[in-house]
């Protein structure tokens, strides 16, 4: 399974189905995948994953709500922090502290080194 970037015509007029928030390690990382395009653009880049989406297995994870991203990321000066927003598939946590999607858009950044 794999994480690739895609174009904004690859989702057909999909709509979004969820807004939220997520911590990205140093150089807009997330374990071994990259988040930033060929050109060094952040905002309004997508990302998708293969296969079926699993909490806490596999696929894009955020929070909805942005305090909960600090239950999964250390609050520290070098991690990048951005609004997103899930397309195609969508699903809650139980506990409602996170949420796993397959198709993930970064669309604002608030903090980023």
């Known amino acids: 399974m794999k994480t690739y970037r895609i174009r904004k015509e ?3 007029n999909k709509e ?3 807004e939220g928030y997520k911590i ?3 150089g807009w990382k ?3 995948y990259c988040y930033v395009d060929e050109s060094g653009n952040v905002i309004g880049t997508l990302h998708k994953v293969d296969g079926d989406i699993d909490l806490c297995n596999w ?4 929070s909805k709500n942005p305090f909960n991203c600090f239950n999964f990321y250390e609050c520290v000066q070098w991690n990048c922090f951005a609004k997103v ?4 598939k969508v699903k809650d ?3 409602g502290d996170k949420t796993v999607a397959q198709v993930l858009e970064i669309v604002e ?3 980023s080194i």
């Open 10 to 12: 690859d989702l057909k």
């Open 16 to 18: 979004v189905l969820a």
């Open 24 to 26: 990205f390690n140093a």
């Open 30 to 32: 997330a374990k071994d």
């Open 59 to 62: 696929g894009l994870h955020f």
């Open 85 to 88: 927003r899930a397309y195609e």
């Open 93 to 95: 946590s139980s506990d």
């Open 109 to 111: 950044i608030y903090i």
